[in-house]
C-alpha cells in the first residue's frame, strides 16, 4: 500500500512538472478525439520519463525527477532557418555543450 502511494505522489509530482513544458495545463476540448490525443501525449511524456529514470537508476543515479529535470533543462538545440535565393530553405542547427552533470548522466 505504501509503494502504491508513493507511486502515486511521483506520477502527481511529473505530470505537474510536465505541464508547463508541454502545454499540459487544463484544456477544455469539444471533440472527443482531441481529448484523446491530449491524453495520449500526457500518458506518453510520462512513459518516457519512467524509462528514464529506469535506466538512470540501473547506473546507480537515484534523484528524483524534479532534481534531474533541471539539469536535462541545460541542453537545448537551436535550429535557424535560411532561404535561398532559389527559393529552397537551409536549416542549421547547433546543440549546445551539455555541462558535466549532464555528461554524467
Not at 59 to 82: D, K, M, N, V, Y
Request: aromatic content about 10%.
Amino acid at each position: 500500500m505504501w509503494r502504491t502511494y508513493t507511486m502515486l505522489t511521483d506520477l502527481e509530482a511529473v505530470f505537474r512538472s510536465l505541464k508547463p513544458g508541454l502545454g499540459l495545463r487544463p484544456i477544455y476540448h469539444h471533440r472527443e478525439d482531441r481529448a484523446e490525443g491530449h491524453l495520449f501525449i500526457t500518458v506518453l511524456a510520462y512513459q518516457a520519463v519512467q524509462v528514464l529514470r529506469r535506466r538512470l537508476k540501473g547506473h546507480g543515479f537515484q534523484e528524483s525527477w524534479s532534481t534531474l529535470r533541471p539539469i536535462f533543462a541545460g541542453q537545448c538545440r537551436i535550429t535557424a532557418a535560411f532561404r535561398q535565393k532559389d527559393g529552397r530553405t537551409l536549416h542549421v542547427g547547433k546543440t549546445s555543450a551539455a555541462e558535466p552533470k549532464l555528461k554524467q548522466l
